[in-house]
């Protein structure tokens, strides 16, 4: 369909007054909110930290120390890598990934369940059961785990009681308290895009195949997760960037020895005042975690198309 005949039924659709304030609020949306401030961060990031008198002068140029200072450290350094801020950057990544993996394989099987089941009224009971604990703020949530995790809370002395552990375990320190809160926090947004889409899968078709003695592993591998695979993309794109750019959590979750690569630049922004260098590592932060993305995108055959379904 050309655009142009796109555009006129989509105001055939909804009207030329709604249809431009729609379209109005998402150009406002991508460009005043999205663009604009990613565009200004950018223009930061090649900038040198200079104090106001000389913000305009011969010394307001633009550079790339700022981007050289994440690979070498600062200047006059042995020139090797600065292998504190990219192991920090390094292992971000991969936290964020393993916490859309935990994410996937636990939403999936629910998101199958409430897809394709039959009882709608408690369908929707486990829905809003679901949403309910979502009706606190995350930095609470956040608090809550980290006394459900200490040393002193629920778990330990649950396992205590039962004899399973002779001393507390530790689970700040050990990260586990981190990957699950970061799991919690973002779980909603791999499972509704998932159950909205297998919510269309024609049931039929699953009967079909079990009628032809097909296994449940092979009715997921050929035709659920084909069906759901907009879904998935979508989910694990989101827990991913967020989880990437999260700061609450590890902040309030994280042991002495798991700084967030988002902890780093809010120390440049915040303790050292120096918003170039953050907004440097802002950018490489931004641009690695769309790279990953595209590329996980172009692996497993899934377009952008795909996850605005």
């Given at each position: 369909m050309s655009?142009?005949?796109?555009?006129?039924?989509?105001?055939r659709?909804?009207?030329?007054v709604?249809?431009?304030?729609?379209?109005?609020?998402v150009?406002?949306?991508?460009?005043?909110l999205?663009l604009?401030?990613?565009?200004?961060?950018?223009?930061?990031?090649?900038?040198y930290?200079?104090p106001?008198?000389e913000?305009?002068?011969?010394?307001?140029v633009?550079t790339?120390?700022?981007y050289?200072f994440?690979?070498?450290?600062?200047?006059?350094?042995?020139?090797?890598f600065?292998?504190?801020d990219?192991?920090?950057?390094?292992r971000?990544?991969?936290?964020?990934?393993a916490?859309?993996?935990?994410?996937?394989?636990?939403?999936?099987?629910l998101?199958?369940y409430?897809?394709?089941?039959k009882g709608?009224?408690?369908?929707?009971?486990?829905v809003?059961?679901?949403?309910i604990p979502?009706?606190?703020?995350?930095i609470?949530?956040?608090?809550?785990l980290r006394?459900?995790f200490?040393?002193?809370?629920?778990i330990?002395?649950?396992?205590?009681?039962?004899?399973?552990?002779?001393?507390?375990?530790?689970?700040?320190?050990?990260?586990i308290?981190?990957?699950?809160?970061?799991?919690?926090?973002?779980i909603?947004?791999?499972?509704?895009?998932m159950?909205?889409?297998?919510?269309s899968l024609?049931r039929?078709?699953i009967?079909?195949?079990?009628?032809?003695?097909?296994?449940?592993?092979?009715?997921?591998r050929?035709?659920?997760?084909?069906h759901?695979?907009?879904?998935?993309a979508s989910g694990m794109?989101?827990?991913?960037?967020?989880?990437?750019?999260a700061l609450?959590?590890?902040?309030i979750?994280?042991?002495?020895?798991?700084?967030w690569f988002?902890?780093?630049?809010?120390?440049?922004f915040?303790?050292?005042?120096?918003w170039?260098?953050?907004?440097?590592?802002?950018?490489?932060?931004?641009i690695?975690?769309?790279?990953?993305v595209?590329?996980f995108?172009?692996?497993f055959?899934?377009?952008?198309?795909?996850i605005?379904?």
């Open positions: 655009k142009p005949r796109l555009f006129s039924q989509f105001f659709n909804n009207g030329k709604m249809g431009s304030i729609l379209l109005f609020l150009l406002f949306w991508i460009v005043v999205i604009l401030p990613q565009l200004s961060m950018l223009d930061f990031s090649f900038r930290n200079l106001p008198s913000l305009g002068g011969p010394k307001d633009y790339l120390d700022n050289k994440l690979l070498f450290g600062a200047e006059g350094s042995d020139g090797r600065n292998t504190v990219l192991q920090v950057f390094v971000t990544i991969i936290a964020a990934i916490v859309t993996i935990l994410d996937l394989i636990l939403c999936y099987p998101a199958y409430l897809g394709q089941s709608k009224g408690i369908t929707r009971l486990l809003v059961m679901l949403i979502y009706w606190i703020n995350e609470l949530r956040a608090f809550a006394i459900i200490g040393d002193a809370g629920l330990n002395d649950v396992l205590l009681v039962l004899n399973l552990i002779q001393e507390p375990i530790d689970f700040i320190r050990a990260d308290a981190l990957y699950a809160g970061l799991g919690y926090a973002y909603l947004l791999m499972l509704f895009p159950y909205n889409v297998i919510e024609d039929n078709q009967e079909a195949a079990r009628d032809m003695g097909a296994s449940w592993i092979r009715i997921h050929r035709i659920v997760i084909p759901a695979k907009p879904g998935i794109t989101m827990v991913f960037m967020l989880s990437a750019g609450a959590a590890p902040q979750l994280g042991g002495p020895s798991s700084l988002t902890q780093l630049v809010y120390q440049w915040n303790d050292s005042l120096n170039q260098q953050g907004a440097a590592y802002a950018i490489v932060l931004l690695s975690s769309i790279v990953i595209l590329t995108m172009k692996i055959k899934v377009n952008m198309g795909d605005g379904k």
